[in-house]
């Protein structure tokens, strides 16, 4: 029960733990690098480098009101927040993060991963509905139409790399990736999957769901104190899942970079996961910084005019050349 | 065929070239203060804590003349004149509302006599309402503030106790008419 394989009570103690500690750990990391980038501290005051910051503001949201308005649908206004918490921590099911390290290996991991992210849409769509808000519902519409259709070409971007691999398996797609990483002959499709994540977890700059400077806060509105804590979280574990995804997919999971090192190692794998994943965790805080919000029919028409035929198109040629290569 | 996917390419490409730019501010030197740690330069005409100053003689320049609490816009300034026996106007008690004042400054633009005077000083922070308010020995200091030479009764034609008319800096005596026959 205690031994490090996959599915042990200890692993699976673990790897919840560590992804709860880390997202919650990812609100401190995002502050002081947004701080950086916009030539500010960040918060530095709690603790040594303001790493306490969480814990403050962990007992400032329990300390909030739970408060239900009035006119909401109390019952679906309360089951909405969790649903995204519990829909993408099951998605963590599937990722491996090292040898032996890892809550189960289905053999339709990614599939169970892409279902996960649509259940998530519903919490954020029933979240907006439930609250009974003009901004709330502007929100949700936008939501639910954004995260449907950057489904669409995040799906088919990845059909690239299980071609490639042959397994819906994510570990058994890590493991094929020891002669090279499906990063260069599956450029387009991480472009596209990058996009189509941070258009998923709706964060910026694809935020339009919670538009703050149109539709207040969209369709966390009417949300508060813990409920409003659970969408934050479960918008940081968003992020720390599709960056996990990106580093396994395309980066090569916990294979070492350029075979410095070894592959079997327990140790070392968590490390390079954990490396490969905080920078694009890093990379999530930059486009923040960076770049600005698109408008809403600019949103929709990058998606269908131009990432869903180049996911195509990628899809197209990745089963040409495996095609020409022989079987 | 060609044009939109060039647009698209440039689009993409601007993008990029924000992030890059953005990502060269990691190593750009921050504006931040960290302000109780390290105090920022205060500029001397700062407008901060209210003071009455002295004349260079180190007398009191107020002269109780009323215009700081009529330029008052948010009516924080109460004062009283009265008089000592050299003749001197001087205020009974001056006392300034400092949970109301705004640090307009427009005290120390009416003030005549350079008596009233803004300084740097901002942290006056209270934890009772009441403590904020602050009479005539809060706010009397001892020095000159930011006008250090200036007396206004060695240059104003009032005659007080020792410096009778026509003895000021800058001032002829007084005219007799009755011997300005033809």
């Known amino acids: ?327 | 065929m060609l044009k939109p996917v060039i647009e698209q390419v440039k689009v993409l490409w601007s993008q990029v070239r924000t992030l890059g730019m953005v990502l060269a501010h990691t190593f750009s030197k921050k504006d931040t203060v960290e302000y109780p740690d390290t105090q920022p330069y205060m500029f001397p005409r700062w407008r901060g804590r209210i003071v009455l100053t002295r004349d260079p003689d180190g007398e009191e320049r107020c002269v109780a003349c009323n215009l700081c609490a009529v330029a008052c816009p948010v009516d924080c300034i109460a004062l009283q004149k009265t008089e000592d026996e050299e003749g001197r106007w001087y205020p009974e008690f001056f006392r300034i509302n400092f949970s109301r004042c705004i640090m307009c400054g427009y005290c120390e633009e009416a003030c005549p006599t350079h008596a009233i005077q803004l300084t740097p000083d901002f942290e006056m922070a209270e934890y009772e309402r009441q403590n904020m308010v602050w009479e005539k020995e809060h706010l009397l200091i001892n020095g000159t503030g930011k006008y250090h030479d200036y007396n206004y009764y060695r240059v104003a034609g009032k005659s007080i106790g020792g410096k009778d008319k026509g003895e000021a800096q800058h001032e002829q005596p007084p005219v007799d008419r009755r011997s300005l026959l033809p």
């Open chain 1, 1 to 327: 029960m205690f031994e490090i394989e996959v599915g042990s009570a200890l692993v699976m103690g673990m790897v919840l733990g560590g992804v709860i500690l880390i997202s919650a750990w990812l609100i401190w990391l995002e502050r002081r690098l947004l701080g950086i980038w916009q030539d500010r501290l960040g918060p530095n005051r709690v603790g040594p480098l303001g790493l306490g910051q969480v814990i403050a503001d962990m007992f400032k949201i329990f300390t909030k009101e739970d408060w239900v308005p009035p006119f909401a649908d109390k019952l679906v206004f309360m089951v909405a927040p969790p649903i995204i918490m519990t829909s993408i921590l099951l998605s963590f099911a599937v990722v491996p993060i090292a040898p032996n390290i890892g809550i189960i290996d289905l053999n339709i991991g990614l599939l169970w991963v892409l279902a996960m992210a649509s259940l998530a849409a519903y919490s954020v769509m029933l979240g907006g509905l439930a609250s009974n808000n003009k901004y709330a519902l502007l929100g949700s519409l936008r939501a639910a139409a954004q995260m449907v259709s950057y489904e669409v070409f995040m799906g088919i971007s990845l059909l690239g790399v299980v071609m490639l691999s042959g397994t819906f398996n994510l570990r058994e797609i890590v493991e094929s990736q020891q002669d090279g990483w499906y990063i260069l002959p599956q450029f387009v499709a991480f472009i596209v999957f990058a996009i189509a994540s941070v258009a998923e977890s709706h964060r910026l700059p694809f935020d339009l769901p919670e538009a703050e400077q149109e539709i207040v806060a969209g369709f966390h509105t009417e949300y508060a104190g813990m409920k409003f804590g659970m969408f934050f979280v479960g918008e940081y574990i968003g992020v720390l899942l599709a960056s996990a995804l990106m580093s396994v997919l395309f980066f090569g999971g916990w294979l070492p970079p350029f075979g410095i090192g070894p592959e079997d190692s327990v140790v070392a794998g968590v490390f390079w996961m954990l490396l490969k994943t905080m920078v694009f965790v890093c990379f999530f805080v930059l486009m923040r910084a960076a770049i600005p919000r698109p408008r809403y029919d600019q949103l929709m028409s990058y998606g269908w005019l131009v990432l869903l035929p180049l996911s195509l198109l990628n899809l197209l040629i990745t089963g040409a050349v495996i095609l020409s290569r022989g079987v």
